[in-house]
């Protein structure tokens, strides 16, 4: 593959910091994408992720560190040269020319001829099935419609990295459904590397190769969304995904590969330690899947504290969520303990907001987290062994 | 909309509109009684009651001599207001531009510029006349009147800009810029036919307020005088409806140039939404 096909990215060691003094917005961050690979930027706002888009892109130059993309170094170069496209949010699309001017707008700049640059700007057009609206002014198109026209005009210059800043943002539910297929449909078909910066887990995880959760300008964790998913590194990425609950315990014994720790409502859990070490009388933090968890009325004698990898509580909350209920229970300690229940399973005996009610679990589907732990990051957890 | 559910409106309704007239009048009425007595008859004079309906005052205008030259002092006015308009937009364009980034000073450089606003008009005036003075130059309305009407028109133009290029979202030239526009192509391109609309303000700005300017052009203007000038002058000295006659032709005048002005700008906006209906 030609080097300037190469659509890898490297960030190297990369620092962001606007203002001197302030906590910066991207500290001393390394990151690699992969060529033709999808990968979001996950975070809350301020998270610094749109920054890495920018420094990606060359409208942000970072503060120290280094900018690769296919081997090159392009720290410091101009957009242009360094075979990226970027998608913005708003889309940017220029409300005095017409849909057919804004896609063909690269190739004037590049001196094209107005033949030349209209012909292979009505084929992107085509490609974004738009083009019987090439004579429309961007105003006159839908949300949906302005999104595709942006997104033909960053494509027309063959891009090797598609940058895209909350390209869904603007749309209603639906056409943020639908359009967020359409992406990934264009990236297969394109085989070139998509950065997507987003807001939402769902989106995330339904569309990356590679998911990278963000915070306060550093990576909590880059990995499939599977992984992050199932196995989220620490408390934080799984609270900020969801479908998982964090619990938190003091070690009383470890044995079989598993430590046995007990919470802080006096529950006991058990926890597969996959090849760390702990010691007794540390905590431990751990994460456990909301739909891998069962839950039923007690019976008389329960709680039973000798029983390991069970909670008991009163129900907060039901939501029904179509093919499943969402139940909340209140354990007491303030962390919310969610159990996602199958509709046919609840519905079989539904228990009802304020009555008691007992979660249980195997330990299996429960993962030890990095926090709190003192062999923290000393290791690279290797997400499919843990998955084995 | 300000309905009751009765399908009545109530009565702040009719208050409120009532309110609203007698502002207009308050607006306008001064004006009109100038435009009515402009068609004096005749015999008439500078007061009512009107003995007749004629144009005998607007053509007693363009008649040299008869009552100062009014014809060479509107030329002289437009070529003047065309000029500060010319100025205005050059450089509050400019500075507009360059305040889109923040820079150390600028909000110094800002209020400095926008605190000129309010100095006295008349002072101004005297202080380059004082100036010439010393220098040994003659005042001119080309030169002195010129640059004591840009020390009005600048600050109220970077104003107006300042507002303009606020919301100008700046995603526009980074998206230029990201599909390979250089900085000039980028401003040619995209931002300045973004920001036209307010830039045509800007000039509508520049062009009336010399066009009307008095204050600062009284004492800066030399021998030859702008027609504001000359209409103070003939307040004086001519005892005709011929003043209300002027009256009418430079309201005409701003008038035109207002419309011009805004229905450019509706003609830029129109064809940033309609443009498909003339193209299919």
Redesign the interface.
Known sequence: MAAEQNGKIELISVTKQYTPGAPPAVGNLDLRVEHGAYCCLLGPSGCGKTTILRMV?G?EEPTSGDVLIGDRNVTGL???ERG???M???Y?L???R?VLDNVA??L???GLGKAERNSTARELLEKVRLEAFA???P??LSGGQQQRVALA??LI?NPRVLLLDEPLSALDEYLRLRMRGELRRIQRELGITFIHVTHTQLEAIAVADVVVVMEQGRIEQAASPRDIFFHPRNAYVARFIGGQNVMSGTVERVADGRAAAVTSTGARIEVPLVGHRVATGETVFASLRRDRIAVRRPVSGEPRRDLPNSVTGEIHAIENQGSYVKITIDLGDGEEFVANVLDEDYFIDPIDIGEPAMATWSAGDVRLLEDGRSDRGAEVMEPSAVAA | MAMTASGRRPWTYYALTLFFILFLTFLYAPMLVIYILSFQGPGGGLTFPMTGVSTRWFHELVERGRSGDIAGTFTRSLELAAVVAVITVAVCVSAGLGFRRRFPGGGVVFYMAIASLVMPGLFVGLGVSLIFQLLGWGTDWRISGLGTQLTWTLPFGLLVMFAVIGRFNRSYEEAARDLGASAWQGTREVTLPILLPGIIGVALFGFTLSYDEFARTVLTAGSENTLPLEIWAMTTNVTSPALYAVGTVTTLVSFTVIVVALGSIALIQRRRSRHAAASH
Do not use: G, I, Y
Request: net charge positive.
């Open positions: 892109a409208h101009p957009p242009v990226t496209a970027m913005f949010q708003s940017a220029f409300p005095h017409s707008f690269a004037k700049m590049r004579n429309r002014m105003s006159e005009r960053a210059t």
